[in-house]
């Protein structure tokens, strides 16, 4: 059975109309992250966490700042609890702190 460019396009469209439809539009799913046990302490971390390296050294630059508490807001929103930071990160300990302090 052949398949026409006609079929495709109805469906692509039919699709694209039922995603507007209430019930039918994806939604973001809130749920836990995966945790994982500290053996030594049993204490629950998630098994991702928000990496600083790099992209928090931005010095005292204020829209790069600003993207840095956008980030770490983002995260907070989706469960995320556990920040890696290192004093060889450069500015990336004073971002996250500047972060904190601004999300409260």
Do not use: C
Request: aromatic share 6%.
């Amino acid at each position: 059975m052949p398949i026409h460019r006609r079929a495709i396009l109805k469906g692509g469209f039919a699709a694209i109309a039922a995603a507007g439809l209430p019930g039918f539009a994806p939604r973001a799913e809130t749920r836990r992250p995966e945790m994982r046990v500290i053996p030594s302490s049993g204490a629950s971390i998630p098994v991702v966490g928000l990496g600083t390296w790099i992209t928090f050294n931005v010095g005292v630059d204020p829209v790069l700042l600003d993207e840095s508490v956008a980030v770490m807001a983002a995260f907070f929103e989706a469960g995320g609890t556990v920040i890696d930071s290192s004093p060889m990160y450069g500015s990336s300990q004073d971002t996250v702190g500047h972060g904190l302090a601004k999300l409260g």
